[in-house]
């Protein structure tokens, strides 16, 4: 059976895989939140809506990104004038949602919920990959070949990790890149893998026929499955 891990990063498409009321994810300002939990702690609520919605989606439009300082991840919900009333309220075009107090005193209102979903870091699963990129996995022993999507920000150990769904004893190969074996705590630039998608696009060629290729060659201690 293959190894199960925690992933540090997420592919946008691997966000948008999860976009229903019973699995639904966001991402926003650079991070990864499952917000199944929060939907199914206040099913039936109206103010669900926006953020069902959103499912799949980043929404890192629905906050204030001026001056936001990485090292104290303390995201806020952008904000305008009320027309009338001449008060900064929560700018929410997308309609009012869970944790948004209404833009009016309201004796419905209750606002002993505790830290508003987007600053519950419990939510919060991972980073968004600011890059993704594709490679070629080649199984110098069946010849096999399987394309992944990965995230720039991975080691190659979490590549690795990523590959147990094609190969269940994928730890039993050593991974090599044109001839040298890689470093499997580095990522791919750093193992000498670049990312040349900038390079083909300038010189309009189809990325997709010039993927790196990394091949896997099989070692005698076969991991269990």
Sequence with gaps: ??????QR??????????????DLW???????????????????????KPILNAGGKDISHWFNTNGTNK???DPQIRTHIDGKTGCEVPYTPQGRFIHIPPPYPS????????????????????HLSTKTRKIRIINTLTSQEHTLEVCSEETLEEILNRFYKYNKHAASYTWKYN????????????????????????????????LPAIHIYFNDDLTEA
Excluded at 107 to 126: R, V
Excluded at 181 to 210: P, R, S
């Design 107 to 126: 004796a419905s209102w209750a606002n002993d919920f505790g830290t508003p979903w987007w600053k519950d870091e419990s939510y919060c699963i991972g």
């Design 26 to 48: 966001v991402s926003f300002l650079g991070k990864v939140y499952n917000l199944t939990p929060l939907v199914e702690k206040n099913g039936g609520n109206i103010l669900l």
């Design 71 to 73: 090292s104290d991840f």
């Design 9 to 22: 990063y997420y592919t946008p498409l691997e966000v948008e895989q999860h976009s229903s009321s019973k």
């Design 1 to 6: 059976m293959a190894p199960t891990y925690k």
């Design 179 to 210: 001839g040298t074996n890689l470093t499997m705590t580095k990522t791919l630039e750093q193992n000498g893998v670049k990312d040349e998608d900038e390079e083909f696009y300038e010189l309009n060629f189809n990325e997709e026929d010039w």
